[in-house]
T-cell receptor
Framework: NAGVTQTPKFQVLKTGQSMTLQCAQDMNHEYMSWYRQDPGMGLRLIHYSVGAGITDQGEVPNGYNVSRSTTEDFPLRLLSAAPSQTSVYFC????????????FGSGTRLTVV | GDSVTQMEGPVTLSEEAFLTINCTYTATGYPSLFWYVQYPGEGLQLLLKATKADDKGSNKGFEATYRKETTSFHLEKGSVQVSDSAVYFCALNSGGYNKLIFGAGTRLAVHP
């Protein structure tokens, strides 16, 4: 099925551990983004990409890295997990930009203990 | 900076009641406005959008009108169903920026 696939769905990390959240889309979308969702705060942009090889920081980039080696994949790396990174993470993509509306993945619920 | 403010929830309604969820925004220029919906355990889905003043976005019985004079984009539905229970997010995009700015979300619970 066409769409945005995120893995894993759930993850528990210990403080200081690193991990990569995977995101893949099969719609040939140029634009991809990572958001985190926290209670009462809506969604906040972490990093985004406008095409393979091009990434930029969003509103809350600290503690996260991204790369975009292919159009399909946009992984998010947590370098050294902290309890403040406990959140639900969403990957989203769009063909030509936010004006077209984003397609969201189903999310990764991350708990850092 | 640009921002979106939504009414706090939860909003609790009986089936077939009229729904309004308020959304106001602050932005430079002429943003596009969106409503997204998140059903339990799922990602967000685009519900409707409007790209210029006085445009009306509509989908699945929901409507919202882009009001530049009041900087608002209120979501309405004439008769809600239990299946409309979800979290609704208002969002804007300022032209030229590759990101959406979201409000905090409003949870809607519809009871039979």
């Amino acid at each position: 099925n066409a769409g945005v696939t995120q893995t894993p769905k759930f993850q528990v990390l210990k403080t200081g551990q690193s991990m990569t959240l995977q995101c893949a889309q099969d719609m040939n979308h140029e634009y991809m983004s990572w958001y985190r969702q926290d209670p009462g705060m809506g969604l906040r942009l972490i990093h985004y990409s406008v095409g393979a090889g091009i990434t930029d920081q969003g509103e809350v980039p600290n503690g996260y890295n991204v790369s975009r080696s292919t159009t399909e994949d946009f992984p998010l790396r947590l370098l050294s997990a902290a309890p403040s990174q406990t959140s639900v993470y969403f990957c989203a993509s769009t063909a030509r930009g936010p004006e077209d509306g984003y397609t969201f993945g189903s999310g990764t619920r991350l708990t850092v203990v | 900076g640009d921002s979106v403010t939504q009414m706090e929830g939860p909003v609790t309604l009986s089936e077939e009641a009229f729904l309004t969820i308020n959304c106001t925004y602050t932005a430079t220029g002429y943003p596009s406005l969106f409503w997204y919906v998140q059903y339990p355990g799922e990602g967000l889905q685009l519900l409707l959008k409007a790209t210029k003043a006085d445009d009306k976005g509509s989908n699945k019985g929901f409507e919202a009108t882009y009001r530049k004079e009041t900087t608002s984009f209120h979501l309405e539905k004439g008769s809600v169903q239990v299946s409309d229970s979800a979290v609704y997010f208002c969002a804007l995009n300022s032209g030229g920026y590759n990101k959406l700015i979201f409000g905090a979300g409003t949870r809607l619970a519809v009871h039979p």
